[in-house]
């Protein structure tokens, strides 16, 4: 893992996101849509809550692993809930009681082999399990769902998934292998120190999965739209394999921001510079970003 610091062929500018703006006589919040999931957005999330904006953050929906897991596997037509829950608690307000009932997990037990585990609560995430339950309330409407938790959490703004199929993601390496499942494709360099062959193409399967309509109206009514930071191919990336999503991106007469990120990820972007991160975003765009923020320290 290196720090990414690399900064040739790329601009960039203060005041990324300007506050605040008139119209006529009101005094309008900005409308800003982040595009990511996992720890990234998380972070980046609880810290654009405090400003005044008009925040909706679309989340990858390609989690394949933990409490997530579980769930698609005993629910039919389940799709992932862990960037939602996560992205929920970050806009949640604070002081918020249910967020921190969001953020609990259930202990694994050392009394019960693996069979056991899976078939209790045992590590699962208690916010998934509510997210599960205020779905099956609402007759399996995820949307409605989010809204009600909102509503729990009293956020800050809200949370769209990117898409509302099932999908898997894929990652085609240059030695002509193929790894198949987010974790697998987010994990494969925690245990292994040797080089690892690159990922050449990212794939999302089914490969014509449906851009979730509240998140597209959201990108077209933007301002700014911002991607990242998060894992490149495990985060970000996995939102603009969904057309729909990336299309309206390209479309939109907002500003479009990339946060490149500080380290790079054994496994998945070893050796990248900041330019190689860029690249990648503007290839699976199909489009350029106007403006990158890029750590220059050491």
């Known amino acids: ?23 006529g006589s009101r005094v309008v919040e900005r409308r800003v849509v982040t595009i990511g999931g996992g720890t990234g957005t998380f972070s980046f999330l609880s810290h654009m809550k405090k400003y005044s904006f008009n925040i909706s953050a679309i989340v990858t929906m390609s989690d394949s692993g933990g409490s997530s897991r579980r769930l698609m596997d005993e629910f039919r037509r389940q799709v992932p809930l862990g960037d939602l829950r996560q992205s929920l608690v970050a806009l949640a307000r604070n002081g918020a009681l249910w967020r921190e009932v969001f953020m609990h997990r259930f202990e694994q037990s050392e009394e019960m082999d693996g069979a056991e585990q899976q078939r209790g609560v045992s590590g699962h995430s208690l916010g998934n399990l509510i997210l599960k339950g205020l779905q099956d309330i609402n007759n399996g409407d995820l949307l409605l769902a989010i809204e009600d938790a909102q509503e729990l959490l009293n956020t800050r703004g809200r949370v769209l998934p990117v898409t509302l199929a099932q999908t898997s993601l894929c990652a085609d390496l240059e030695d002509g292998t193929t790894i198949c499942g987010e974790t697998n494709i987010d994990t494969r360099g925690n245990d292994n120190p040797n080089d690892l062959s690159p990922i050449k193409q990212l794939r999302l399967v089914p490969p014509d999965a449906a851009g979730c309509a509240q998140s597209i109206r959201a990108i077209r009514r933007a301002d700014t739209i911002i991607i990242g930071p998060g894992d490149l191919y495990t985060s970000l990336l996995p939102n603009l394999l969904v057309h729909d999503i990336a299309r309206a991106v390209r479309e939109s007469d907002a500003e479009k921001v990339y946060i490149c990120n500080m380290m790079t990820k054994h496994g998945e972007t070893d050796g990248y510079k900041a330019s190689d991160f860029v690249n990648e975003i503007h290839r699976y765009l199909g489009g350029r970003v106007d403006r990158v923020i890029v750590n220059n320290g050491t």
């Open 1 to 23: 893992m290196s720090i990414v610091n690399d900064t040739s062929e790329i601009s960039h500018r203060r005041n990324i996101v300007p506050g605040p703006h008139r119209d």
